[in-house]
């Protein structure tokens, strides 16, 4: 009679334990946490920016605005070629110069005289913004728009009236060419000798394209959605927070210093996330002068890891040529680009492994989240432990050369201090020592030998969250 009073004990406890382990309550968001925008945009991590316009025929970066419209003049324009570009490297989008600063408009705006429908192209009768957006929907891309608010044509510029001539254009870009993913600004202002200075109403740009697309994420130095980088080289801060300071900074010339874009601030006021944007060219327009200076695949498998690597999603420029296409040395550099990365992420061995944590905050948090290829599936400790082990166990040694790790940001970022070893010759070696982690982190090292690796979190602002490790 003990025994079985014994044995109903213990299976009372045992439910009780198997029951508090399936319901251990979740971690609470730690700091600035994401929206779900701005969850869905880091998804895309990879995306085409095209700068086209006079530039493209003049070879200029930086038109001067008194160029004749006449200069425009495409010969065979083939959007669908740049989508299917796009697309066949791997890119989830594309964002496209409607604006740049010399004031011309891709678009037939009724607030200009310098437009596509004064150009020679299509006979005044074009409008690229409406032929790039179908394209996307057709490949089923992302469509995005650059637009300048320095305007070195219209005549309102240095005016308060140009607020709302910018305004205008604003709302017509946003209501004629479907959804808008990412408006993109930046804070050119009169730059150069006797430039005109505009007083440029931020609040009111911001609230029209939320107006108009309360989806889309708008970048410029301080967001308010993502934020540039820092730098046009493609590469992101080895330290890179998603939060930032923003209060009294403003595009352009009273932005935040470049390190800070380049690491975001630990505990920032903002979730403002970084995009790096560089292009595959010298130049940021077309120009035959580069057609041999496109950059080499593995300048380009660098970048892959400063950016994405590093918490950044990558906006790689490629500017079609005159006649309306993308250069075939781009185009085949590009599929190179795609290829080479299909194979060094070919094979994750982390599924294969035996994995455990030296700290789990329960059944539902499972360190086994971490390889079941579920995003919102993660890994947690208790929220009194901040620092933790991974350890994955193969059977026969493997070799590795990038580990792949992943927090889960919709309840914030929170590693800042994590480093990975290796078991070799019955000792823990230490192979990389970083600090933030982020949405992803892809560290790159030497090949080498492995029978067990480890991940450990040395330091983290709360409990640590990850949501996926890939072995390769």
């Known amino acids: 009679m003990k025994f079985v009073k014994y044995f109903y004990i213990l299976l009372f406890i045992n439910v009780l334990t198997i029951f508090s382990c399936i319901n251990t309550k979740a971690p609470e968001p730690y700091g600035k946490i994401p929206s779900k925008k701005q969850i869905e945009w880091q998804k895309l991590e990879y995306y085409m920016f095209v700068h086209f316009g006079p530039n493209t025929f003049t070879h200029v970066e930086w038109g001067l605005g008194n160029e004749s419209p006449e200069v425009f003049n495409p010969t065979e324009l083939d959007c669908k070629q740049w989508a299917a570009t796009a697309s066949a490297a791997g890119m989830k989008g594309i964002i496209i110069t409607a604006k740049h600063h010399d004031g011309f408009c891709l678009w037939p705006s009724k607030y200009s005289n ?31 728009v650059y637009l300048s608010p320095w305007d070195r044509n219209h005549p309102s510029y240095g005016t308060d009236e140009y607020n ?38 931020w609040q009111l740009f911001n609230n029209t394209v939320y107006k108009f697309q309360p989806d889309a994420m708008i970048f410029s130095d301080v967001g308010p959605d993502c934020r540039w980088m820092g730098n046009e080289q493609g590469i992101a801060g080895e330290t890179n927070w998603a939060t930032l300071n923003i209060d009294g900074f403003f595009p352009g010339e009273f932005a935040p210093a470049q390190d800070i874009l380049n690491n975001g601030n630990i505990n920032g006021e903002k979730w403002i996330p970084a995009e790096t944007d560089v292009s595959i060219r010298p130049g940021w327009f077309y120009s035959p002068k580069t057609n041999d200076k496109v950059k080499s695949l593995e300048k380009l498998i660098s970048i892959y890891y400063t950016s994405i690597g590093r918490n950044s999603n990558l906006l790689l420029n490629v500017p079609p040529d005159e006649r309306g296409k993308i250069h075939p040395n781009d185009s085949v550099r590009l599929i190179e680009f795609k290829e080479a990365l299909d194979k060094v992420f070919e094979n994750n061995i982390a599924p294969k492994a035996k994995v ?39 059977e026969n040694p493997v070799l590795i050369n990038n580990v792949l790790l992943q927090e889960y940001i919709p309840l914030g970022q929170r590693v800042s201090k994590f480093s990975i070893e290796c078991w070799n010759d019955n000792k823990w070696e230490k192979i990389f020592s970083g600090t933030t982690i982020g949405y992803k982190r892809i560290i790159n090292i030497s090949e080498i030998s492995c029978k067990k690796l480890r991940v450990n979190i040395e330091e983290a602002l709360a409990c640590p969250l990850i949501n996926n490790i890939e072995i390769y």
């Open 114 to 144: 310098h437009t596509v429908r004064e150009s020679e192209w299509k006979n005044g009768e074009g409008d690229v913004l409406k032929e790039l957006s179908e394209a996307c929907q057709e490949y089923k891309l992302k469509f995005g």
């Open 356 to 394: 455990s944590a030296s700290a789990n905050r329960g059944r539902k948090f499972n360190v086994k989240n971490i390889i079941d290829n579920n995003y919102d599936s993660y890994w947690a400790t208790p929220d009194n432990i901040t620092n933790a082990s991974i350890e994955f166990s193969f």
């Open 164 to 201: 709302t001539v910018f305004t205008n254009m604003l709302e017509e870009v946003l209501t004629n060419y479907g959804n808008v993913f990412e408006q993109w600004f930046d804070g050119a202002n009169g730059e150069g000798e006797n430039g005109k200075k505009q007083e440029y109403d």
